[in-house]
């Protein structure tokens, strides 16, 4: 299941960019000096995959500075998700939901190699099962539900020609599927496709096939077209399972381009879905 829920008007995405930039000095970098990518908040597969105290370590000190500074954020987005998926509830012993970054800080723009290096892909191939890590927080409820897992990405800022998702919606996939296209290395996924979202549909980009971060081995992948689901500035988008998606490379981007989302997943403990970073 997938879909897109209105969250947020312009005035209040524009306030959580003001306040995302406020706290510039907790933006934690993730890609070396020209790449601007940061972090907002204690983030799972960035930290708890490599390193889960870490992790906590990290969630202990941001989520008293999330939840001063975004709890009437929280508050729409509970309200929003409630609504399509019943209870939901953020939760403090995980890192809360929070941001990602690409592009400059405030009053900045970002150096030509950053925007030539996100017109490439970004990321490999892969499906959401962070959760994996938190199997300790997990079981503390009597019954919690790993198929239908939840994942969204609420955009407030977005590069002169938008900015989305490839997603395989269709494509059935079981456990041993899931952990071979889980988080590929970087080897071989910068095959950069030249056109896209606008000039040209990139399923029809022979280029895109030809992208590294995809096993020879697995034909159905080839055999199966993904649906663009391009993202709109204060709409929610959701997918729900185990999904096959892939971040969809910046289009002609310009000097002050920058792509600021929310990130959340969720997981539906004791009926109640738990959201977290």
């Known amino acids: 299941m997938l879909g897109y829920i209105d969250v947020l008007s312009e005035e209040q995405s524009k306030e959580t960019i003001r306040l995302v930039e406020k706290l510039e ?47 009437w954020l929280y508050d729409i987005l509970v309200e929003k998700l409630s609504t399509q998926f019943g209870p939901v509830q953020v939760v403090d012993e995980l890192g809360m939901p929070g941001f990602h970054i690409f592009g400059h800080k405030p009053g900045q723009v970002s150096d030509p190699a950053c925007a030539k290096r996100f017109e490439k892909p970004l990321a490999s191939l892969h499906v959401d099962i962070q959760y994996r890590e938190h199997s300790c927080y997990w079981n503390t409820y009597d019954e919690v ?97 185990h999904v096959l998606h892939q971040i969809i490379p910046g289009y002609k981007l310009q000097p002050g381009d920058r792509r600021i989302t929310l990130q959340g997943h969720g997981i539906k403990c004791d009926g109640i879905w738990r959201l977290y970073f």
């Open 25 to 71: 000095k907790v933006w934690i970098r993730r890609a070396p000096v020209p790449m601007d990518f940061f972090t907002v908040g204690a983030c799972t597969y960035l930290e708890g995959c490599d390193d889960i105290a870490k992790y906590h370590k990290h969630r202990r000190v941001m989520n008293p500075v999330l939840r001063k500074h975004f709890t």
């Open 145 to 241: 539900d790993f198929e239908e897992t939840l994942s969204f990405t609420l955009p407030v800022e977005l590069p002169t020609h938008g900015g989305g998702l490839w997603l395989w919606d269709w494509l059935e996939l079981d456990t041993e599927q899931i952990d071979n296209f889980n988080f590929q290395g970087d080897e071989n996924k910068d095959a950069c496709i030249k056109e896209h979202m606008q000039d040209t549909d990139p399923r029809e980009n022979k280029e895109f096939w030809e992208n590294g971060s995809l096993p020879l081995e697995y034909d159905p992948i080839y055999d199966t077209k993904p649906m663009v689901v391009p993202y709109t500035v204060g709409k929610l988008f959701y997918h729900t399972g």
